[in-house]
């Protein structure tokens, strides 16, 4: 994270030249790419949170600064890499924490608090971008009809919509693994092509798609299982699921991580 944030100040170490300026627009830190590396901090800063947290209440005020000055980092050198799905991964990440420590604390105002920052915070993000905020121009266009790469991948989308209702066999079993190359083009909106003429998309940018390119509703189900299962072994373990509240918080987390997916 730190080396991103050196990166998006153009203070590095290591002058990068067969990428130009991409490095001080989009960091990619150590890993070679803005998502790679957005996505890992991403999943690192709910950790750092839950161990800051949990610092502070032992009393262990050193502890919890460290933790909470990693969190900092996490955050910022996700912005550097101005990782839209990431930033608002990170996003929904610290919204489910703070919505499983409300419900943990058996607090429905901050349940309901923590469900309101996880909508307002993503929006907010869009309306800095939109105002021109430094390092988050990106995130201006996540919402506007008129960003290119916003239209080319709900255009993308709109054709695997259609893969799926030429073939009903393939809407439930899917059409395997790294196959998006070669189905979408015969269902692709003629403006994907328009937009992108010699652009070959062989992903849809949306994991639940990807899913059931590659194994249909089927295996869509079957990433959603998967997926709850592990977070459900994981809080148990970590004593989060003690009661009713708390499983209630892991179904509507999924549910929304699900719907948000899909949209």
């Known amino acids: 994270a730190l080396y991103a944030l050196l990166q998006r100040l153009r203070i590095d170490v290591i ?14 830190g150590p890993l070679g790419n803005a998502i790679f590396l957005g996505a890992y901090l991403a999943v690192v800063a709910p950790l750092a949170a839950e161990a800051a947290h949990r610092a502070w209440r032992r009393g262990d005020r050193l502890r919890a600064a460290a933790h909470g000055a990693i969190l900092v980092l996490c955050a910022g050198g996700v912005l550097a890499s101005q990782s839209r799905g990431p930033a608002l991964g990170l996003v929904a990440g610290l919204g489910a924490l703070a919505l499983l420590g409300a419900a943990r604390a058996g607090r429905g105002r901050l349940v309901a608090a923590a469900a309101l920052a996880a909508v307002v915070l993503p929006l907010g993000l869009v309306g800095l971008g939109r105002m021109g905020a430094p390092g988050l121009e ?5 919402l506007s009809p008129e ?52 652009q070959v998309f ?33 809080f148990r373990v970590l004593g989060w699921l003690a009661g009713p509240a708390q499983a209630a918080a892991l179904a509507a987390s999924a549910a929304a991580g699900a719907a948000g997916g899909a949209l």
């Open 138 to 142: 990106r995130f201006g266009d996540l």
């Open 202 to 234: 062989d992903r849809a940018h949306n994991v639940l798609w990807e899913w059931w390119v590659s194994a249909g509703l089927v295996g869509v189900l079957a990433f959603v299982a998967v997926q709850v299962a592990a977070f459900g072994t994981a």
């Open 15 to 28: 002058p990068w030249q067969q990428y130009g300026d991409a490095a001080a627009v989009r960091a990619f």
């Open 147 to 198: 960003s290119r790469t916003v239209r080319q991948r709900a255009l993308v989308w709109d054709g695997l919509a259609g893969a799926a209702a030429a073939n009903p066999v393939r809407l439930l079993v899917g059409t395997g693994p790294e196959t998006t190359a070669l189905i979408l083009p015969r269902h692709a909106p003629e403006e994907l092509r328009e937009l992108a003429p010699e």
